[in-house]
């Protein structure tokens, strides 16, 4: 999608930080490369709310919805229109929103979403016959 995203290789923005190591309450998106701190005295334990930790690599939420939606569109059929690749990135993100908070309300859902509240309740069911 864009070429900024491949900064995890060389990034010259960690020469100012390099003295300092990262510590357990920092995490750097492998994909954006944005950090996210705990604030002192406010430390958890673990990536923040919406990251993911794969192996070495975090991902931010932003992200886990980008990889989301491409994955989707890589999957798509050769052929598939632009039309229904976009619906498949909705579905996608759908899904993934439901994974990520089974307990989230379906209303809460589609407004992150930008989809219908029936578009969530059937991906749902659909999710739930796997
Ligand atoms: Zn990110």
């Keep these: ?6 900064s995890g290789t060389k990034s010259p923005a960690n020469k100012k930080a390099s003295r300092r190591s990262r510590s357990a309450h920092e995490f ?12 002192p005295g406010h430390e958890r334990r673990g990536p923040p709310a ?13 992200c886990r919805r980008a990889l989301a939606t491409e ?9 598939t229109s632009r039309e229904d690749r976009a619906k498949l990135r909705v579905q996608a993100l759908i899904e993934f ?3 990520r908070d089974p307990d989230r309300p379906n209303g ?9 509240v029936p578009a969530v309740v059937k991906a749902r069911r659909k999710l739930e016959s796997v």
């Design 1 to 6: 999608m864009s070429s900024t995203a491949g």
């Design 28 to 39: 750097h998106c492998a994909r954006c490369g944005v950090i996210s701190r705990w604030m």
């Design 50 to 62: 919406g990251w993911t930790k794969k192996g070495e690599l975090t991902y931010c939420l932003a």
């Design 71 to 79: 994955s989707a569109d890589d999957y798509a059929p050769e052929g």
């Design 97 to 99: 929103e439901i994974k």
């Design 108 to 116: 809460e859902i589609a407004k992150v979403v930008r989809c219908s």
